[in-house]
């Protein structure tokens, strides 16, 4: 029986939060995700944020994945590979089925033979401000589909929506525990959870032990940072605008270091 344990993915977007997420995993023995979205794409160049977190990556004591999140089309997914990720998403879970298989298929062909895993969305997660509309439901991944899925797609990983959202959540998240357990029997990848920012620890603990291998966390990292360092500037305890690099890299960690705990992926280094 596999250990049960999730691997906590972390937004990264520079070198303070590719630090925070890294050392948090030093410090916990624990693995990790260093996880670059495509939309930061407009923010930062895909080219640049690769070559660092490599190094960063490569220098570590613990094993840290670098991995594309939500990569919303076949060329932006080549673009990654060719900047060396070691594991990418496809996401087109907003498609239709046979679409959302064609294209992850596609990405699987590619991925294989370079070593790189793939990750696919099945079912929509959509976005904590419109949390708790009567259409929910009609976005949660169905079991009967996530079978045939796999099948023709062949992808190593899987993400699930079971009442989950991105961001903040309008209203406290109800996860569908019933729903991951029938996921769980027939799913032969791991499973995994987006949205992590605002799900109460027990849950976590119970989607973990259900099954859920993979939790993408980033709201909540930077909420902390914007708390602490606000607090820091409000205090007047800064010299120079380093400080608040620093404050942001602490807020970050502080959350890293505590999911992975909830996660219990402490010492499986
Ligand atoms: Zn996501």
Not at 45 to 66: D, M
Not at 222 to 227: F, K, L, R, V
């Amino acid at each position: 029986m596999r250990q049960k344990y999730g691997i906590g993915a972390f937004n990264i977007f520079d070198i303070e939060s590719m630090e925070a997420v890294v050392e948090a995993a030093e410090e916990q023995k624990s693995p990790a995700i260093l996880a670059f979205a495509e939309i930061m794409g407009d923010k930062i160049s895909i080219e640049r944020v690769s070559l660092i977190a490599r190094q960063i990556a490569q220098e570590a004591s613990v094993p840290i994945a670098f991995h594309l999140d939500h990569g919303q089309s076949f060329e932006y997914v080549l673009k990654a590979i060719r900047n060396g990720f070691s594991s990418v998403m496809i996401d087109a879970s907003m498609k239709p089925f046979e679409d959302n298989v064609a294209v992850s298929k596609k990405v699987v062909e590619v991925c294989r033979p370079l070593g790189i895993t793939v990750e696919a969305e099945l079912g929509h997660v959509g976005e904590g401000s419109t949390y708790g509309q009567d259409d929910d439901d009609s976005f949660k991944t169905v079991p009967e589909e996530v079978k045939k899925f796999i099948e023709q797609t062949d992808v190593d990983a899987l993400a699930v929506s079971i009442g989950n959202a991105h961001g903040l959540y309008k209203k406290a998240p109800l996860i569908d525990h019933e729903l991951l357990k029938k996921l769980e029997e027939v799913s032969k990848v791991p499973l995994v959870l987006h949205g992590g920012s605002g799900i109460s620890d027990d849950d976590f603990r119970k989607t973990v032990r259900e099954g859920i291998c993979k939790i993408n966390i980033f709201t909540e990292m930077s909420q902390q940072a914007i708390c602490d360092t606000k607090e820091l500037l409000d205090k007047g305890e800064y010299k120079w605008v380093l400080d608040c690099c620093f404050s942001i890299k602490e807020g970050m960690k502080k959350i890293a270091k505590k999911r992975m705990e909830v996660f219990d992926s402490v010492g499986k280094a």
